[in-house]
Antibody, heavy 115, light 105 residues
């Protein structure tokens, strides 16, 4: 059974850093496109970043230069390192398998950026 | 950047048919995917590549795509279909629609 479990969210001050994790089971992270998608409170879905199976990474303009996506193949885990956090980064962050479409999603982890 | 426009809300009587549109420039040339999201839950893929249903999704959900509009159709609507629905395409990057809240009366 495919499962994605996010962790690492919390309350952080503006300018701070946070690393999100997404532990996968039932499939191999490194063999798939893996993405992060976020949803601000009461708002729609926003794609954040993707890592290809070959290791290439891409980012939304809103996070480029501040966020870094990576994976640990030995742990079958996806990460999102978030630096220089802003209030507008407040959202539930989902990891999802895919790029063209997302067939599996985690339950999400809430990141709140506030002083 | 590419934009996808959806109606803010759609209401449907129990047992009737709901149609949710997703407008985009020449969207008919792209693969459109649809997600259902219930309150407090992660999105669920209900239609991929315009009209294909993932395993476990009822046949009541169907999709079409032509010209500048893609459509998600929910037949014989049930109370459990109440949710937000998002369309999504790939156009240099992943783009989501604005989302539609479906209410079953």
């Amino acid at each position: 059974e495919v499962q994605l479990v996010e962790s690492g969210g919390g309350l952080i001050q503006p300018g701070g850093s946070l690393r999100l994790s997404c532990a996968a089971s039932g499939f191999t992270v490194s063999s798939n496109y893996m993405s992060w998608v976020r949803q601000a409170p009461g708002k729609g879905l926003e794609w954040v970043s993707v890592i290809y199976s070959g290791g290439s990474t891409y980012y939304a303009d809103s996070v480029k230069g501040r966020f870094t996506i990576s994976r640990d193949n030995s742990k079958n885990t996806l990460y999102l390192q978030m630096n220089s956090l802003r209030a507008e980064d407040t959202a539930v962050y989902y990891c999802a398998r895919g790029l063209g479409n997302f067939d599996y999603w985690g339950q999400g982890t809430l990141v709140t950026v506030s002083s | 950047s590419y934009e996808l426009t959806q109606p803010l809300s759609v209401s449907v009587a129990l047992g009737q048919t709901a149609r949710i549109t997703c407008g985009g420039n020449n969207i008919g040339s792209k693969n459109v995917h649809w997600y259902q999201q219930k309150p407090g839950q992660a999105p669920v893929l209900v239609i991929y590549r315009d009209s294909n249903r993932p395993s476990g999704i009822p046949e009541r959900f169907s999709g079409s795509n032509s010209g500048n509009t893609a459509t998600l159709t929910i037949s014989r609507a049930q109370a459990g279909d109440e949710a937000d629905y998002y369309c999504q395409v790939w156009d240099s990057s992943t783009v989501f629609g604005t989302g539609t809240k479906v209410t079953v009366l």
